[in-house]
């Protein structure tokens, strides 16, 4: 695949390092199935913004700023996929895909955003009921799922160690430049500059990927002074007359294409390193947090997943990296539907089919890791099975890397002991007597051992069924 040039190179680090821009932008896809946008929505906008940074001259420190607020612009998704799914009985993803896009300004645009979004699936008694629910809550509920998504994408940004006009700019992204977005309803330069060039940049992206390049100059021009600030849409307007911001936009699809664009990128690789842990907790939590089912699941995981590993006396690298993998495994479940991981039955065999993707779609997000390698075969190995009867590349035991037959049972130990909106989770030792039932034949031995030592020693937070 070729590589765009980019217009300022990052700091070049030595081969077999992470630098941060490639770890976070790799991430990024994840964040895009959240929001129901193709994979490599936020790249693209990233790589459309730092156009932009590079023609306003903008400082290396605004550029690292604006880098990671492009790439980290909805890692708040999960703060309200919850809510979207239980107000408008729909597909969240394609909810918020709608949201970013749809002009839903004003009382009455709102109001038929509503109308058009509400339980489309629905029979019509059951819509009308609902649309009556969201229409009780007026233009208070939109300003509330923005907030609320805006904050926590703030918040986790800092806890990412970035700046904070990186946060700002995250925390802004909805804000219009006449004063009509959300939550704030801000107006002109109230809006911070990295918060109008990101939003610019989002929205011309997903215009772009529908219709190409008049698709994207049509919106520029309908929203320039409402939505986007003139500056912003002249300028890009003029770089695109040739149209060969388009062409080079198209180029765009792989994390290192912009990874480079990063002034000063860090380096959190190739070992477990702090900071590394600390992004993939991040990510843990942003995957966790999408459903009240899975509240704690990945953090659980992974913490089980590390006891068991150095019960079964793995060197402390080995307990790292399945911790890891731990953390990270269920990344791809972003991609599901609330309306499937909230749904409280059965899956029907079209939801299971969803629902079964995940694994894949984690390891595709972290394939570009170079130095990871191990710890994403392993993370998407964690429903593979002994027998060859899991998912998704129905691998047999030999097949599995060691790490994953360790994170296949800390898996199905922490669902089991998980309390749920509708159960209680089961105690240690009823859960290690329903994982002995498939010992040998779809989990390994050696793991249910260590988990069983464990169990037999003293209380541990990590084994106890989860607090929620
Ligand atoms: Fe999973
Ligand atoms: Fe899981």
Not at 91 to 112: C, Y
Not at 221 to 242: I, T
Not at 285 to 293: I, R
Request: net charge negative; proline share 7%; with cysteine.
């Amino acid at each position: 695949m070729a590589i765009s040039p980019g217009p300022s190179p990052g700091r070049k680090l030595a081969p077999g390092h992470l630098p941060s821009s490639l770890v976070i932008a790799s991430l990024s896809r994840a964040l895009d199935l959240a929001e129901g946008e193709p994979m490599g929505h936020a790249l693209r906008a990233c790589w459309l913004g730092m156009q932009v940074a590079k023609w306003l001259e903008l400082l290396p420190q605004e550029r690292q700023d604006l880098f990671y607020a492009l790439l980290l612009k909805d890692v708040g998704c999960s703060a309200n996929a919850y809510s979207v799914t239980h107000w408008f009985h729909a597909d969240d993803r394609r909810t918020k895909a709608r949201l970013k896009v749809a002009d839903t300004s004003g009382q009455w645009r709102s109001l038929v955003f509503a109308i058009r979004q509400t339980a489309p699936a629905a029979p019509i008694t059951r819509r009308m009921a609902q649309m009556v629910s969201v229409g009780s809550r007026g233009p208070g509920l939109a300003n509330e799922l923005i907030e609320v998504r805006s904050q926590q994408g703030a918040e986790l940004v800092r806890q990412l160690g970035w700046e904070e006009p990186a946060a700002a700019a995250v925390e802004n992204l909805d804000e219009h430049w006449d004063g009509g977005g959300r939550p704030r309803g801000l107006r002109g330069d109230e809006v911070p500059m990295l918060s109008r060039i990101a939003l610019l940049a989002q929205t011309v992206e997903i215009f772009w990927s529908q219709g190409g390049g008049r698709a994207a100059e049509m919106i520029l021009r309908q929203r320039r002074g409402r939505w986007f600030d003139p500056v912003l849409v002249d300028l890009m307007l003029a770089h695109a007359r040739n149209g060969r911001l388009w062409r080079q936009l198209a180029e765009i699809g792989h994390p290192e294409h912009v990874s480079r664009l990063d002034p000063e990128p860090r380096d959190i690789g190739p070992q477990a390193t702090d900071e590394l842990v600390r992004v993939a907790e991040v990510f843990a939590a942003v995957v966790d947090a999408k459903s009240p089912w899975t509240t704690n699941h990945s953090t659980r995981v992974a913490a089980i997943s590390r006891l068991m590993a150095e019960t079964m006396r793995l060197s402390p690298e080995e307990q790292e990296r399945v911790g890891l993998a731990g953390l990270l495994h269920d990344l791809g479940k972003l991609a599901v539907s609330n309306s499937i991981l909230d749904k409280p039955g059965p899956l029907v065999a079209e939801e299971a089919e969803e629902m079964q993707r995940h694994p894949a779609l984690t390891q595709q997000i972290l394939s570009p890791l170079w130095t990871l390698d191990d710890v994403t075969e392993m993370a998407a190995s964690h429903h593979e099975r002994l027998d060859g009867s899991g998912y998704h590349r129905n691998l047999r035991g030999p097949e599995m890397p060691h790490g994953a037959h360790i994170l296949a049972v800390a898996d199905v130990y922490e669902a089991l002991t998980a309390h749920r909106p509708y159960r209680r989770g089961m105690e240690g030792p009823e859960a290690l007597r329903v994982l002995k039932r498939e010992q040998g034949t779809r989990l390994a031995g050696e793991p249910i051992t260590a988990l069983e030592q464990i169990l037999a020693g003293e209380p541990m937070a990590e084994l106890a069924p989860s607090p929620t």
